[in-house]
Nanobody, 116 residues
Framework: QVQLVESGGGLAQAGGSLRLSCAAS????????MGWFRQAPGKEREFVGRIASSGSTYYVDSVKGRFTISRDNAKNTVYLQLNNLKPEDTAVYYCAARSKITYDYWGQGTQVTVSS
C-alpha cells in the first residue's frame, strides 16, 4: 500500500510558477514510477508526465518545456514544477504511483488555478 498526499497548489497568474509536491508513505517508494495527472472542470483526467524509478522523465507535448518532474527518494517525495503557466493549466492535479502497468495509488489532488 502506498498513500499519496499532494500539496502546493494555489492561484497563480499567467506566466507564473508553482511547485507541487507529492509525499508518499511506504519504504518502497523508489521502486515506483510516479505520474502526474490533471483534470480540468468538465473534462476528463489527462496524463501530464511521469518519472521512472531510474529518474527518466516523459511529458506530454502540451507541458513539455514548461513543467518538470523530479523526485527525492530520500524524502519519498515527487515534485511537479510548473513554469510559464497558462490559464488552460487550471485543473486539479493528482499524483499517482505505478509499480507495473497501471497506476494503482492516487492522491487526493491539489487545485491549481491560473488567472489571465
Amino acid at each position: 500500500q502506498v498513500q499519496l498526499v499532494e500539496s502546493g497548489g494555489g492561484l497563480a497568474q499567467a506566466g507564473g510558477s508553482l511547485r507541487l509536491s507529492c509525499a508518499a508513505s511506504g519504504q518502497t517508494f523508489n521502486r515506483y514510477t510516479m505520474g502526474w495527472f490533471r483534470q480540468a472542470p468538465g473534462k476528463e483526467r489527462e496524463f501530464v508526465g511521469r518519472i521512472a524509478s531510474s529518474g527518466s522523465t516523459y511529458y506530454v507535448d502540451s507541458v513539455k518545456g514548461r513543467f518538470t518532474i523530479s523526485r527525492d527518494n530520500a524524502k519519498n517525495t515527487v515534485y511537479l514544477q510548473l513554469n510559464n503557466l497558462k490559464p488552460e493549466d487550471t485543473a486539479v492535479y493528482y499524483c499517482a504511483a505505478r509499480s507495473k502497468i497501471t497506476y494503482d495509488y492516487w492522491g487526493q489532488g491539489t487545485q491549481v488555478t491560473v488567472s489571465s
